[in-house]
């Protein structure tokens, strides 16, 4: 992603000093390195995302419908009204700062606004400046600000470095999840067509192929088979993994980058090596190649994207008459 990697020492070299002016006055520029790439549009078309097209982060015009500013805004009260958390959130935030230092990318950019408490912020001023009578009529004063291109484009900024971890939300004496925040904030922009290729791609790949790799069910099957030889060999064992065996007990699920990439790939020859060892002491476990992506990238998109990509596991249980195991990851 970034052209110029920064020496250790300059790494290491973070200024956590705030800025001299309030944060809404603190300009935010889009630091190439930091940003992720705009998603894909042929990614956002496979999945029916609106406004596919090409865009760059660094550019003026980020192409958006000409009525953007009411679609978000009434993407917030349709969420608002659905997510009773999302209204709790933006209400009961005291300032407390116990979230401040939690999140990692706050203690590694040193930017203010990727503490938690501020990267909510970011939402709740625009919240607050519709849905607040304080903010209608005291605006800045209460921390109310309107929708601007600005605040949309910083948005974008921050809340795709959020990771979703949830870190914060587990030193929050209220219970705030910024990662909830984060999700519905996402949600917002997608109405857009503003998402990052980091998930766009992942998540059309995870619609066509059943994982984010866009590995084919007989890709899969060669993966695990290459895998048995490098156990074969220096164990003198061979596994025996089936695949969507229809009557097995356990249908297992594995995040696809398991049989892609080192180290996730010695993982996978873990599995392989308990599961023979597990069906000898009477369990029967098959491998899933349709549904084969143990995270859930829709996570990271929207609720509705969630659900969507979820669908193959259910179904592919359902259809071997199988128990569920699955080793989640990214948002799995
Ligand atoms: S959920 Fe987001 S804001 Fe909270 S600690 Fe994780 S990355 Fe940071
Ligand atoms: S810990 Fe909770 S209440 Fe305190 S500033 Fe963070 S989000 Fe707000």
Redesign the pocket.
């Known amino acids: 992603m970034a052209d110029e990697v920064p020496n250790p020492q300059e790494m290491i070299n973070i200024d956590h000093r705030p800025p001299a002016t309030g944060w809404m006055d603190t300009p935010t520029v889009l630091r190439k390195g930091i940003y992720c790439y705009a998603g894909n549009p042929k990614s956002l078309e496979y999945v029916g995302l609106p406004n596919p097209r090409q865009w760059h982060p660094e550019d003026d015009d980020w192409k958006l419908p000409e009525n953007w500013v009411e679609i978000v805004l009434d993407g917030l009260r349709d969420r608002l009204d659905r997510f009773r958390s999302l209204k709790i959130f933006m209400d009961i935030c005291v300032r407390c700062g116990a979230?401040a230092d939690?999140?990692?990318?706050?203690i590694g950019s040193g930017d203010p606004k990727?503490?938690?408490v501020l990267?909510?912020e970011l939402l709740r001023s625009v919240y607050r400046k519709d849905y607040s009578l304080a903010g209608k009529i005291l605006g800045k004063t209460v921390g109310a600000r309107k929708l601007t291109y600005q605040v949309l484009k910083e948005w974008w900024y921050y809340f795709f470095?959020?990771?979703?971890?949830?870190?914060?939300?587990v030193f929050c004496p209220y219970g705030i999840?910024?990662?909830e925040i984060?999700i519905l904030a996402r949600e917002l922009m997608n109405l857009l067509g503003l998402n990052i290729d980091w998930i766009a791609t992942p998540v059309a790949n995870c619609y066509r192929t059943g994982n984010h790799l866009g590995i084919q069910p007989h890709a899969y099957v060669d993966m695990l088979d290459f895998f048995c030889d490098e156990i074969e060999d220096v164990t003198g064992v061979r596994p025996k993994p089936t695949f969507n065996r229809k009557g097995a007990e356990i249908l297992f699920i594995t995040p696809s980058g398991d049989v892609f990439a080192d180290p996730g790939t010695y993982t996978a020859m873990g599995y392989l090596i308990l599961f023979h060892y597990l069906e000898q002491m009477g369990l029967d476990i098959t491998w899933s190649t349709y549904a084969s992506e143990g995270g859930n990238f829709g996570f990271f998109t929207s609720h509705e994207m969630m659900k969507r990509l979820n669908a193959p596991r259910p179904s592919a249980w359902g259809s071997s008459g199988s128990w569920a195991a699955n080793a989640a990851t990214c948002g799995g």
């Open positions: 979230c939690k999140c990692h990318y706050f990727n503490m938690p990267r909510a470095q959020c990771s979703e971890c949830r870190r914060c939300s999840d910024t990662a984060t």
